[in-house]
């Protein structure tokens, strides 16, 4: 499926891990509208302000200000973020215990169908194809300090009430991104709470971080509406 508004969590953390930028680093997003190779990217409503922080762009969940920021600190070199979504583990299944798992799709800069649209494209969750359970396992792992677990869906196997097999949590990498970008992930995602687009949450008796989720629909003549 195509992930939408949740990669751009991973595509934040790629360029924090990369390139050290701050959650205080100032985008123009102006009116929420902007241009690449003559196709539009649009946010789904029109800003309050033209300025906003990498920590608004997120909780506010501007596609704009995400293509912005990726475009300009990989706009000469794509491929060094494609590799970095790799180095996360982004392309790669999960090998789960249930069967029928898709594999997950992010073309390099190498693949036939790569344009100069795919670069921001991608960063705001297009052009690719990741299973929820894909984003969820990242999401936990910047839970889990930067700690990737497999999805572990069976705890053991028993026949006739004796147990004969028992799976244990599994490592898939040990720190998708160092501690300090960990760290800025989570202000983010506490930020979309208090802040941003999932403000209805922050009644809650606890705590809560995380991250809004819209996508245009796949069709066979490119993306319907949300």
């Excluded at 898709?102 to 073309?107: D, F, M, S």
């Excluded at 097999?165 to 040990?174: A, D, L, Y």
């Excluded at 989570?186 to 606890?206: C, F, P, Q, W």
Aim: aromatic share 10%; hydrophobic share 35%.
């Amino acid at each position: 499926t195509v992930p939408g508004s949740t990669f751009k969590l991973p595509s934040l953390v790629a360029v924090m891990e990369d390139y050290n930028v701050k959650l205080n680093e100032v985008i123009d997003i102006g009116d929420g509208i902007c241009y690449y190779s003559g196709k539009k990217v649009a946010d789904s409503h029109r800003p309050p302000k033209s300025k906003v922080t990498v920590q608004e762009v997120f909780e506010q969940s501007s596609n704009v200000g995400v293509t912005k920021i990726i475009s300009s600190y990989y706009g000469k070199d794509p491929q060094k973020y494609i590799d970095r979504l790799y180095q996360m583990n982004l392309n790669s299944p999960l090998n789960i215990s249930l069967p029928g798992e898709a594999v997950p799709y992010i073309k390099t800069t190498e693949d036939k169908t790569w344009s100069q649209i795919s670069l921001p494209w991608i960063s705001y969750g297009y052009e690719t194809r990741i299973t929820p359970l894909q984003i969820l396992t990242f999401y936990s792992a910047i839970a889990n300090n930067g700690k990737m677990m497999r999805p572990l869906f069976v705890k053991e196997i028993k026949k006739r009430g004796k147990t004969i097999k028992v799976f244990e949590p599994e490592v898939i990498n040990p720190s998708i991104c160092s501690q300090s970008t960990v760290e800025k992930a989570k202000a983010m995602m506490e930020g979309v709470v208090s802040n941003g687009t999932a403000k209805s949450l922050r009644a809650a008796d606890y705590q809560i971080a995380g991250k809004t989720g819209t996508a245009y629909i796949a069709t066979a003549k490119g993306y319907d509406k949300k």
